[in-house]
């Protein structure tokens, strides 16, 4: 199994980023997604969620109204709409999988999925 986040960068405050999570080896579409981020010297931090059904999706408190994820079953990829970026949102983004018997639930518990992928450096920065 792998995931491989990619389209982090350096962007002005303001700005935005689509981040993409490209998965292999798994059965994508019985999977639930998350996205992670962590910044130097903090914990790991929930972003966001999305269910196999593509349609219920949950975020952290920071990002909530400015991230948006979507996932593209034919693609087997997930994507994280990024807009507003603020210098806080400075970290590296990685995405998460695991299995969900349930077509509508997710979860932004780390503890749960079970696949992890290699992040994207995303710096926001004037």
């Known amino acids: 199994v792998q995931l491989q986040a990619s389209g982090g960068g350096l962007v002005q405050p303001g700005g935005s980023l689509t981040l993409s999570c490209a998965t292999s080896?798994?059965?994508?579409?019985?999977?639930?997604i998350g996205w992670f981020r962590q910044a130097p010297g903090k914990e790991r931090e929930a972003v966001s969620c999305v269910s196999r059904s593509g349609d219920i999706r949950y975020y952290g408190d920071s990002v909530e109204g400015r991230f948006a994820v979507s996932r593209n079953d034919a693609e087997r990829t997930v994507y994280l709409q990024i807009d507003s970026l603020k210098p806080e949102d400075t970290a590296v983004y990685s995405c998460?999988?695991?299995?969900?018997?349930?077509?509508?639930?997710?979860?932004?518990?780390?503890?749960?999925?079970?696949?992890w992928g290699q992040g994207t450096q995303v710096t926001v920065s004037s």
């Open positions: 998460a999988a695991y299995w969900s018997g349930s077509m509508r639930t997710c979860t932004l518990r780390s503890e749960a999925f079970r696949y």
């Open positions: 080896g798994l059965r994508f579409n019985y999977h639930n």
